[in-house]
């Protein structure tokens, strides 16, 4: 089972109330992805000296601690909904006791206190960067918390389900956190091009933003190339030869729409930076 997505190769999806918990997985899954995304964008953002005059570099900021808010409350909401699918009883996401029993008594139990317990200090340092003045090292320190907590969920994931070690587990934890930093800047990324093109003159844009948007397209290449070379490695973990599972199983179309989430992606990423972005 894959504990981020909920869904299995063989093509079951867990859970008495599925949509509510594919909705509180992704939830989850989003605010730490933007997190880091995030957080690594205003360290590129540092290196242009007018950036922390701008008013998106202030949105953006101040957005940092309401994200880490929200990854917390979704791991609640995932430690009551993964109770209920483990034990089959739809009542145990309301049951607090249903849950410590989960957490003291299972593999996945503790894996999801060690996440909790780094969600809560990444909540910290969110406040920490947010009300402190304004360092480039603050921000990859957001990032790298931000990472861990996101790498330790790879413990229960699919590449974790045969067994535990660095084979199984790393590669798909460089997968997730990689995504994070092109996938999770792209909001960033977004409202500061709109930002800087929409209502400024071009003299004010290159000043403000168009070079932080620059630096963070030269790095979003290397990342990608990245993404999906750890991507069909965890891909063939998965599938193995069962190559018809690719069309055959929840898992297979889940993937299958991954790719294609990603070619919109990259194609709205050339445009922002071919079209959109000022030379």
Request: net charge positive; hydrophobic share 55%; glycine share 6%.
């Amino acid at each position: 089972e894959d504990v981020l997505t909920g869904l299995r190769v063989d093509g079951r999806v867990t859970g008495p109330r599925v949509r509510v918990a594919a909705l509180i997985r992704w939830l989850q899954l989003a605010s730490n992805m933007i997190l880091i995304g995030g957080c690594v964008f205003l360290a590129i953002a540092r290196r242009a000296s007018t950036a922390f005059d701008t008013p998106w570099f202030a949105r953006l900021e101040r957005a940092l601690p309401w994200l880490a808010v929200t990854l917390l409350l979704g791991l609640v909401g995932l430690l009551a909904t993964t109770t209920a699918q483990v034990t089959g009883v739809a009542a145990s996401v309301w049951r607090p006791d249903a849950w410590f029993g989960l957490l003291q008594n299972t593999r996945i139990g503790h894996i999801w206190t060690g996440r909790a317990a780094l969600a809560l200090i990444l909540f910290g340092v969110a406040l920490y960067v947010r009300f402190s003045p304004r360092a480039r090292w603050r921000y990859l320190l957001c990032a790298t918390v931000a990472a861990l907590t996101l790498a330790v969920a790879s413990l229960a994931s699919h590449s974790a389900a045969g067994e535990l070690s660095v084979t199984s587990v790393l590669p798909y934890a460089l997968h997730i956190v990689l995504a994070s930093v092109w996938f999770g800047g792209l909001p960033a990324f977004l409202t500061v091009l709109f930002a800087t093109t929409g209502k400024r003159s071009r003299e004010e844009a290159d000043r403000s933003g168009i070079q932080t948007l620059k630096h963070f397209s030269a790095m979003a290449l290397p990342v990608m190339i990245a993404v999906v070379a750890t991507g069909i490695i965890v891909a063939d973990r998965m599938v193995d030869t069962s190559y018809a599972s690719l069309v055959a199983t929840s898992y297979g179309w889940f993937l299958n729409t991954k790719l294609a989430l990603l070619a919109v992606i990259l194609v709205i990423a050339a445009l922002a930076r071919l079209v959109w972005l000022p030379s």
